[in-house]
């Protein structure tokens, strides 16, 4: 079963009006799956009190000829909570008594159907400068996806599904490729459960790691450890392997003759595969360095190069 949770687009601020205008924002972020969110309503013009609304619909029977101090506590939400919402605030001293709306906040409910998928096209790491495109799907037949990202901005773009052999897609091309646009990207059909986080990150923006060395050659069975090892401070190294799975990761150990070193182990070797280990900085962790050269380890005594396997 999902839990309905809130999804909120955070509409711009208007320019036009410039200061009369009260801000409508959402606390404590713009994604709540839990259920509950608290809306707020800001003026510079120093009024506390505000009627809260919502532009056409479903009707919310809750803010019927209502008027609140300063935010409103919303929840357990349903479907009928998706819509356009506004703030008008009220000032005993004000002489114009209701001064105008606040900014649009476009809500749309989530957890109703479950996940679709999010997919990175190559793949999550991308080079500074280049382009990724970004695949939502799902075999619900959904006509709008939600893209929301996580990282230096919080972002959300509203894309059109299209119906390809009996699933739901969306395609969102990412690029050039800058430091601003890394970071955690979630999909969401319409009333949907968030799809599962994806980790964009951008890679070309420091020197490479200088080595990652084991034997190049070990025997089935044989323990393989992976040393990366850097002269810049990096605060965590990070180990992929071109046939696929998991990213692994390790911080840094202190300063030793000059380098600072990450040693991954692996386990017994099964199979072998080429990897390549990056470097990143602790307050930018969707940033990473130049890759490793390539290493290639080979393991002796396999009976096939199952490359699905990860050491």
Not at 97 to 105: D, E, K, R
Not at 219 to 239: F, N, P
Not at 258 to 266: E, H, K, R
Request: proline letters at 9%; hydrophobic letters at 35%; a negative charge.
């Amino acid at each position: 079963s999902f839990f309905p949770g809130f999804f909120l687009l955070q509409g711009a601020w208007p320019h036009e009006g410039g200061q009369n205008k009260p801000l409508l924002s959402a606390w404590p972020s713009l994604v709540v799956p839990l259920g509950h969110v608290i809306l707020q309503c800001h003026s510079y013009l120093g009024f506390n009190n505000f009627s809260l609304y919502k532009e056409g619909g479903v009707p919310v029977p809750e803010l019927y000829n209502r008027i609140f101090w300063n935010s409103l506590f919303m929840g357990p939400v349903t479907p009928a909570h998706t819509g356009t919402y506004r703030c008008r605030g009220s000032h005993p001293h004000s002489p114009s008594g209701w001064p105008a709306s606040s900014n649009p906040l476009v809500i749309v409910v989530t957890g109703v159907h479950r996940k679709p998928s999010l997919l990175a096209h190559p793949g999550p790491l991308v080079k500074s400068e280049e382009t990724v495109i970004l695949q939502c799907w799902s075999d619900v037949m959904f006509e709008h996806f939600l893209l929301h990202r996580e990282g230096k901005f919080n972002d959300t773009l509203r894309l059109t599904g299209e119906l390809h052999d009996g699933v739901s897609k969306a395609n969102f091309s990412i690029g050039p490729m800058t430091e601003d646009l890394a970071g955690t990207y979630r999909c969401y059909g319409s009333l949907s459960a968030p799809s599962d986080p994806l980790d964009i990150v951008i890679t070309g923006l420091y020197e490479k790691p200088l080595s990652a060395q084991p034997g190049p050659t070990v025997w089935a069975g044989e323990s393989v450890t992976l040393s990366c090892s850097s002269q810049s401070s990096y605060d965590m190294y990070h180990l992929s392997r071109e046939e696929g799975g998991r990213e692994r990761r390790l911080p840094a150990g202190p300063k030793v003759n000059g380098t600072f070193q990450a040693d991954f182990s692996l386990g017994p070797a099964t199979h072998g595969g080429t990897y390549r280990c990056f470097g990143s900085f602790r307050d930018s962790p969707y940033e990473w360095s130049d890759p490793s050269d390539p290493l290639l380890v080979s393991v002796t005594g396999e009976e096939s190069p199952c490359l699905s396997h990860v050491l």
